[in-house]
Nanobody
Framework: QVQLVESGGGLVQAGGSLRLSCAAS????????LRWYRQAPGKQREFVAT???????NYADSVKGRFTISRDNAKKTVYLQMSSLKPEDTAIYYC??????????WGQGTQVTVSS
């Protein structure tokens, strides 16, 4: 059974930084895409960042220039480096991946709270 486990969330002041990690239970080397989403209280889950197998990355406009998605295939881990955090970044952050067979996998989420 494929599992994705996020970590690295927490409480940080506005302007601060956090690095989220998403550890997979299987190799992610050949996965088609890896993504981060977030869901703020009372809002729908929204796209944050994506990383394709070829290394192409794309970001939501709200985080562009502040967040960076990356991967370490040897560690089977996807990262989201978040800088210049704002209170509106407060949300539960979810890791998502599409495996080689097209199956879609989600982590359980990690809470990020940014205080003003």
């Amino acid at each position: 059974q494929v599992q994705l486990v996020e970590s690295g969330g927490g409480l940080v002041q506005a302007g601060g930084s956090l690095r989220l990690s998403c550890a997979a239970s299987v190799s992610i080397f050949s996965w088609n895409r890896l993504r981060w989403y977030r869901q703020a209280p009372g809002k729908q889950r929204e796209f944050v960042a994506t990383l394709g197998r070829g290394g192409y990355a794309n970001y939501a406009d709200s985080v562009k220039g502040r967040f960076t998605i990356s991967r370490d295939n040897a560690k089977k881990t996807v990262y989201l480096q978040m800088s210049s955090l704002k209170p509106e970044d407060t949300a539960i952050y979810y890791c998502n991946g599409e495996g080689v067979t097209g199956n879609d996998y989600w982590g359980q989420g990690t809470q990020v709270t940014v205080s003003s």
